[in-house]
């Protein structure tokens, strides 16, 4: 994705901020906000098998799924 930016510098000439046209900044947030979507579901996931990892290794009674369901 090329993005046209406009960079903005002191009188030093040091670069202080940029600008960008509001279209190629709300397409970098849709981006942005499918990347955070899809790191949520692998976080989630990634916890969830650490959870089956462990009620796996526990010697615990363990509930079924049709139990849980049914306590819903």
């Not at 009188?11 to 900044?25: F, M, P, R, Y």
């Amino acid at each position: 994705m090329k993005i046209d930016v406009q960079y903005v510098n002191d009188s030093n000439g040091k670069t202080q901020a940029i600008q960008l046209t509001l279209t190629e900044w709300e397409k970098i947030l849709a981006k942005l906000r499918k990347y955070e979507q899809i790191l949520k579901v692998k976080t989630d996931l990634k916890e969830a098998f650490e959870q089956v990892a462990l009620l796996r290794k526990s010697k615990t009674e363990k509930q079924t799924l049709t139990d849980f369901l049914n306590e819903i």
